[in-house]
């Protein structure tokens, strides 16, 4: 278990679509060490989700952890969860704007619109089926980590650019302001 090097928009590795996990190759030694590196490096970084191709691996896994806030839809903390060739199914054809921010897109944070709820379908570190529905800044979380697997980032998401945002003046313009569309 290691703390790994977070990649950062530019690099080719954040563009491309990733590879599954071969079901058989789930608790193989080197797929299990990387699970556990990638936990440990959203825990360093303070990230609430963190997929593969972000630390270099183009393989469909994602971590999220800790989905804490005073939002709607954030009242709830979330357990660890390790997503494995994860299929993500709209749930709701409703969309929210709320804010996003990103482990390979340091400082910015952005208004993004995301579907409610959605269905999800994976496998998890077990190698076990997992199926779920999410909603609010859960499934926000989710759909911003399977956007990873497919070489997308939250930026390609924005409606506009107008409220792409430096952290310090997102503290003293925007925290706390209520964003739900
Ligand atoms: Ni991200």
Known sequence: ??????????????RQM???????????????????SMVATMRE??????????VHESVQIFVIEGLEGTGPGRQKPTQLQVLINPVLTVASDELEEDW?????????????????????????????????????????VIQHEHDHLIGKVFLDRMRS????????????????QKTEA
């Open 100 to 140: 996003e921010g990103c482990l390979s897109i340091p400082d910015l944070r952005g208004q993004v619109p995301r579907h409610r709820e959605i269905q999800v379908r994976a496998l998890g570190a077990d190698g076990h089926q997992v199926d779920f529905r999410a909603t609010g800044f859960h499934a926000r």
């Open 45 to 54: 970084y303070g990230g609430v989700g963190l997929a593969a191709p972000q």
């Open 161 to 176: 650019f107008e409220s792409l945002t430096f952290l310090p003046e997102f503290s003293r313009y925007w925290q706390g």
């Open 18 to 36: 990733a590879k599954p996990v071969p079901v058989g190759a789930i608790k193989d030694h080197e797929i299990q060490r990387l699970i556990k």
């Open 1 to 14: 278990m290691s703390i790994l090097k977070v990649a950062k928009l530019g690099n080719p590795v954040l």
